[in-house]
């Protein structure tokens, strides 16, 4: 008897949640788990992988019974713009400062998107890189720098905090 899946996206949606919850189980057991009354530093990431593993169970056999779309193309394109604005985030960080570096994530991320507009885009971007230097460096006080490290923008006082 051949197992047929009548719901291709949810069957391999529930295969990914295996997974996952699986990985996240297996690496907290080299924690120390406790018990539900003393928790350990394993016990939430374990007890978390195993209800995720138990629900992609679920869906997976769910997805054997129920009919569904089948899956779609995967597209590449996207998850590199949002994956390569978040790298280039982290390695210019330090050489631009939050203000231009938040700008061009915001900038790249939305390159990912078939509906890019750029007047929109670029009024989105200052403001989340605007509110993130106003919570994380002004608000929390995190060592961040707020402009590029070069001699002449060290007179500007906003980007000497």
Same mark, same amino acid.
């Given at each position: 008897?051949?197992?047929?899946?009548?719901?291709?996206?949810?069957?391999?949606?529930?295969?990914?949640?295996?997974?996952?919850?699986?990985?996240?189980?297996?690496?907290?057991?080299?924690?120390?788990?406790?018990?539900?009354?003393?928790?350990?530093?394993?016990?939430?990431?374990?007890?978390?992988?195993?209800?995720?593993?138990?629900?992609?169970?679920?869906?997976?056999?769910?997805?054997?019974?129920?009919?569904?779309?089948?899956?779609?193309?995967?597209?590449?394109?996207?998850?590199?713009? $949002?994956?390569?604005?978040?790298?280039?985030?982290?390695?210019?960080?330090?050489?631009?400062?939050?203000?231009?570096?938040?700008?061009?994530? $915001?900038?790249?991320?939305?390159?990912?998107?078939?509906?890019?507009?750029?007047?929109?885009?670029?009024?989105?971007?200052?403001?989340?890189?605007?509110?993130?230097?106003?919570?994380?460096?002004?608000?929390?006080?995190?060592?961040?720098?707020?402009?590029?490290?070069?001699?002449?923008?060290?007179?500007?006082?906003?980007?000497?905090?």
């Amino acid at each position: 008897m051949a197992i047929r899946i009548r719901n291709p996206r949810d069957f391999w949606s529930g295969v990914m949640f295996v997974a996952v919850g699986a990985l996240f189980a297996g690496i907290s057991i080299s924690y120390r788990l406790g018990t539900a009354a003393r928790m350990g530093p394993g016990y939430f990431p374990f007890v978390l992988g195993a209800m995720l593993v138990l629900l992609g169970v679920v869906i997976a056999f769910t997805a054997l019974k129920t009919d569904g779309p089948a899956v779609d193309k995967f597209h590449w394109g996207p998850i590199f713009w $949002v994956l390569g604005s978040i790298v280039l985030f982290g390695v210019l960080l330090k050489l631009t400062g939050m203000l231009v570096a938040g700008v061009g994530l $915001v900038v790249g991320a939305s390159m990912g998107s078939g509906e890019f507009k750029r007047r929109e885009v670029l009024i989105l971007a200052v403001g989340l890189s605007v509110f993130c230097a106003a919570v994380f460096v002004g608000g929390l006080k995190l060592p961040i720098p707020m402009c590029p490290g070069f001699d002449y923008f060290e007179r500007f006082s906003l980007c000497r905090v």
